[in-house]
């Protein structure tokens, strides 16, 4: 990346107090690596694949029992694709923002915090918000099938984000992952949604689950595309992945499977939460899903 600014997205939930000792510091440290690892669907395995750390001491790293050097922290860092500051207890922003602006939002919630950056890109951005409606949200919720049918309700294309970073990659996203890892997969998806704008002046925009890790990516959308959060309980996302006939997720031990959904659509909340609106699949029929998507986005698809 060089001197290009990243575009990443914090990966942590809260912001870490100030350490005192440097036993508190290096369990920061643990807790924010694999806080970030886990918001970001890595598995231990292709962490330790693309930083060339063994999952042996990356486990030890995240537990806090390994006194991780800078070295070994950048390659990490490099790996998730995320600035380093991201996993160091945090400092103060004080003295990065204007008085002003330091004080209208420093006593705003996170899920404020991240209404009032989608809502100045919207104001800031010289292009008009409204190009369509995106959907969001974990594998599983129903995105694929609800924007399916609300395209041709509509009459409105629909596009699936991952299917345009396989064409613009030539490759699969599995095989994506393995040759280029987190870094190579986000920089095709914001060169996906750049070319989903530039190609259609309306569309329903279907994205990947991980997507809302992504800042700026992320806020692009917020700004460009009534956005909607397609949310189902950790049961029924599994349930329906297994029915779609994927069974990857029972593999091994499925309680630690269950486990890990749980807490990724827990860590994410706040960035899918920043959606324009929320539509609950859970427990309800397909035609009663469509019935309240139509309702909530026919103004933005005319």
Not at 243 to 259: E, H, K
């Amino acid at each position: 990346m060089g001197a290009q600014r990243r575009a990443v997205k914090s990966c942590n939930s809260k912001q870490s107090a100030a350490c005192n000792t440097a036993e508190e510091c290096i369990a920061q440290i643990a807790h924010r690596i694999k806080d970030c690892r886990v918001r970001l669907g890595l598995t231990r395995r292709l962490l330790s694949v693309h930083s060339g750390i063994s999952e042996r001491y990356l486990s030890q790293i995240e537990a806090g029992k390994a006194n991780i050097s800078v070295a070994l922290l950048w390659r990490i860092t490099q790996a998730m694709d995320v600035d380093m500051h991201e996993v160091l207890p945090t400092s103060s922003i004080r003295g990065e923002l204007s008085s002003p602006l330091f004080h209208l939002i420093k006593n705003l919630s996170p899920k404020q915090q991240d209404q009032a950056a989608g809502l100045l890109e919207a104001h800031l951005s010289p292009v008009p918000r409204s190009r369509g409606v995106a959907l969001i949200g974990l594998r599983g919720a129903g995105k694929s099938e609800l924007g399916n049918l609300l395209g041709d309700h509509s009459g409105v294309p629909f596009v699936d984000l991952v299917q345009v970073i396989e064409q613009l990659s030539g490759m699969e996203v599995g095989e994506l992952f393995a040759l280029g890892g987190q870094s190579a997969y986000r920089r095709f998806e914001q060169q996906a949604l750049d070319h989903v704008l530039k190609s259609y002046n309306k569309a329903i925009v279907e994205t990947g689950g991980s997507l809302v890790m992504q800042h700026d990516t992320y806020h692009k959308l917020l700004a460009r595309y009534h956005t909607v959060w397609i949310k189902a309980s950790a049961d029924e996302h599994m349930q329906r992945v297994i029915a779609q006939g994927d069974l990857r997720p029972m593999r091994g031990n499925a309680r630690a499977a269950m486990g890990d959904l749980k807490r990724i659509l827990a860590e994410r909340q706040k960035e899918y939460q920043a959606a324009h609106f929320t539509l609950d699949t859970t427990g309800r029929s397909v035609h009663s899903c469509l019935s309240e998507l139509v309702q909530e986005t026919s103004s933005y698809l005319q």
